[in-house]
């Protein structure tokens, strides 16, 4: 989705910038990326494909998702820096800011999480984030105005997640709260320093 959108963007407003796809091939049963692979060449999207051993190493750590996460991210950080590009972006949406939020509150003791605009390296590369503002609701109408299918999760380890096990409460509590995604997200941006302490 966030592909589709940069493009369109692009080619909407005639931006200079170029795009490059990375697609990190974490060895999961199951995926296959020839969807992916023929909306690139539909819309002539120049893409790297990256071969890992992530599934085969995953199996020997506890912390599945956080090894997983770290070692995608470190192949696209390589990948950016060689091929002299600086930044690089991340389809995180709202509800990831929320969760990602709760995750370190709960298991890090610590309030923080994603940025729309990170720079990493010393300056030499910044995430971005495009979709950071907008809820999976919003994206998911996007994405079926365009008719554009989901590619799936091929991760068999999700379930099990800390993610997943806080998603899961959020949901059972949005059927009472439809805003408690929103409500987490907007007090990133509204906390009252005076009832904090220094």
Same mark, same amino acid.
């Given at each position: 989705?966030?592909?589709?959108?940069?493009? %369109?963007?692009? #080619? /909407?407003?005639?931006?200079?910038?170029?795009?490059?796809?990375?697609?990190?091939? /974490?060895?999961?049963?199951?995926?296959?990326?020839?969807?992916?692979?023929?909306? &690139? +060449?539909?819309?002539?999207?120049?893409?790297?494909? *990256?071969?890992?051993?992530?599934?085969?190493?995953?199996? $020997?750590? #506890? #912390?599945?998702?956080?090894?997983?996460? $770290?070692? $995608?991210?470190?192949? &696209?950080?390589?990948?950016?820096?060689?091929?002299?590009? !600086?930044?690089?972006?991340?389809?995180?949406?709202?509800?990831?800011?929320?969760? /990602?939020?709760?995750? @370190?509150?709960?298991?890090?003791? $610590?309030?923080?999480?994603?940025?729309?605009?990170?720079?990493? *390296?010393?300056?030499?590369?910044?995430?971005?984030?495009?979709?950071?503002?907008?809820?999976?609701? /919003?994206?998911?109408?996007?994405? +079926?105005?365009?008719?554009?299918?989901?590619?799936? #999760?091929?991760?068999?380890?999700?379930?099990?997640?800390?993610?997943?096990?806080?998603?899961?409460?959020?949901? *059972?509590?949005?059927? %009472?709260?439809?805003?408690?995604? !929103? @409500?987490?997200? +907007?007090?990133?941006?509204?906390?009252?320093?005076?009832?904090?302490?220094?």
């Amino acid at each position: 989705m966030l592909l589709f959108l940069l493009h %369109k963007y692009k #080619d /909407t407003y005639q931006q200079l910038w170029e795009i490059k796809a990375c697609h990190i091939n /974490t060895g999961f049963p199951g995926w296959n990326p020839a969807g992916l692979q023929k909306f &690139l +060449r539909a819309h002539e999207i120049e893409s790297i494909v *990256v071969s890992t051993k992530i599934y085969k190493r995953i199996q $020997r750590v #506890d #912390d599945k998702c956080f090894f997983c996460s $770290r070692a $995608r991210r470190k192949q &696209l950080m390589e990948i950016a820096e060689e091929s002299n590009i !600086t930044n690089i972006a991340l389809a995180h949406h709202q509800e990831d800011v929320a969760e /990602t939020l709760l995750l @370190n509150m709960l298991y890090a003791g $610590r309030m923080s999480t994603l940025l729309p605009r990170q720079p990493i *390296v010393h300056g030499r590369l910044v995430l971005i984030r495009p979709l950071y503002y907008m809820n999976k609701e /919003t994206i998911l109408e996007i994405a +079926r105005a365009f008719h554009l299918k989901s590619h799936g #999760d091929f991760c068999p380890y999700y379930k099990n997640s800390r993610r997943e096990m806080i998603r899961e409460k959020l949901n *059972v509590m949005k059927k %009472k709260n439809p805003d408690i995604y !929103t @409500n987490i997200f +907007r007090s990133i941006f509204n906390v009252k320093q005076s009832y904090m302490p220094s």
